[in-house]
């Protein structure tokens, strides 16, 4: 009888905390675009935030607003691949003049890294840069990026360089979770 309560408690016991565990993968949540097909993690308590003429999506979060992520969707011509507009470090190097840190913003964008890695036979470059806004301030920016369906995806994580150390881990973790469909 005393086992039969033992074990009763114990089902109890885990379901309950069961109940506590966040459906969040270590901390992240899952944003999933089945019309332009692709997906990735974002930090839990971070809200979509709807930008005019700017990326597909954008999270952030609550306390400091300036710490994103997002995605960004362009077209490219004919039937290349993510080879085709150059190596991870070729690719990095002409993001950071077009998107990161364009012409008259102001900003000035240092590749740190540029890698390539594959998942189910599709070619991603992960990028690094450390970017510096007009006013000085310094940004830790990380980017993954594919070309699919011509079109290039970019997803990027953003956060001031203070924070980076803190952040570093959730963000990778983030940019690394980004997948075409």
């Not at 332009?36 to 400091?64: C, E, Q, T």
Request: glycine share 6%.
């Amino acid at each position: 009888m005393l086992k039969r309560i033992v074990a009763v408690m114990l089902v109890v016991l885990a379901l309950g905390l069961q109940g506590c565990v966040s459906s969040g993968v270590g901390g992240l949540n899952s944003f999933i675009d089945s019309t332009d097909g692709y997906r990735f993690l974002y930090p839990n308590g971070w809200l979509s935030v709807k930008v005019a003429n700017g990326p597909d999506v954008v999270f952030h979060d609550i306390i400091v607003q300036t710490e994103n992520v997002s995605m960004v969707i362009n077209p490219v011509p004919g039937k290349k691949k993510l080879a085709d507009l150059g190596t991870p470090t070729e690719v990095g190097y002409q993001l950071s003049k077009s998107a990161i840190a364009p012409p008259d913003s102001g900003r000035t964008a240092e590749l740190i890294s540029a890698d390539e890695r594959e998942i189910a036979d599709r070619t991603y470059y992960l990028l690094e840069y450390l970017v510096t806004l007009p006013n000085q301030e310094k940004r830790h920016n990380l980017a993954s990026a594919i070309v699919y369906r011509s079109k290039l995806y970019t997803m990027n994580a953003s956060t001031s360089e203070d924070r980076w150390e803190k952040m570093a881990p959730i963000l990778t973790k983030s940019v690394k979770s980004f997948m075409v469909d």
